[in-house]
């Protein structure tokens, strides 16, 4: 058990010891009471360094590296002309925040599915049949 300072040095002179001994004795001491205080910043680091990790689904899947109005602006004509397409846009995946571009098809076709490619500059490319689309009439 870890006693104090004052114990230790008490002790070390009732059974006169020598002035180096009580010296020994308190440093040990403060060797002991400081050990504790390095478990605790060694689980501070470990957790530090565990959570600030990138998980592999981030490290794993290519960033997006141009803004997607601009990807969506280089590639709108490409693939507005595969057959059936009628539209494109800047949408989101399911979880609501993630950008992706969306690919309207007028009808579903298996073919113009497989020209449109599943990513473009590292954004999801999702293809989705909408229907045709016609102006609204004049008011």
Not at 26 to 45: I, M, N, S, T
Request: with cysteine; net charge negative; hydrophobic share 40%.
């Amino acid at each position: 058990m870890i006693g104090t300072r004052e114990n230790f040095a008490q002790t070390d002179v009732d059974e006169g010891s020598d002035v180096g001994d009580v010296a020994d004795i308190e440093l040990q001491l403060r060797r002991d009471l400081h050990l504790p205080y390095v478990f605790v910043w060694f689980g501070f680091a470990l957790i530090l360094i565990v959570t600030c990790q990138p998980n592999m689904a981030q490290t794993m899947s290519p960033s997006p590296k141009r803004d997607i109005d601009a990807v969506l602006a280089a590639h709108d004509k490409e693939l507005l002309a595969i057959p059936d397409v009628v539209g494109v846009y800047v949408g989101t995946l399911e979880d609501r925040r993630t950008l992706c571009l969306k690919v309207m098809l007028a009808r579903p076709n298996p073919e113009a599915e497989r020209k449109i490619p599943t990513t473009i500059d590292g954004y999801p490319v999702i293809a989705e049949v909408t229907g045709e689309i016609r102006p609204l009439g004049t008011p």
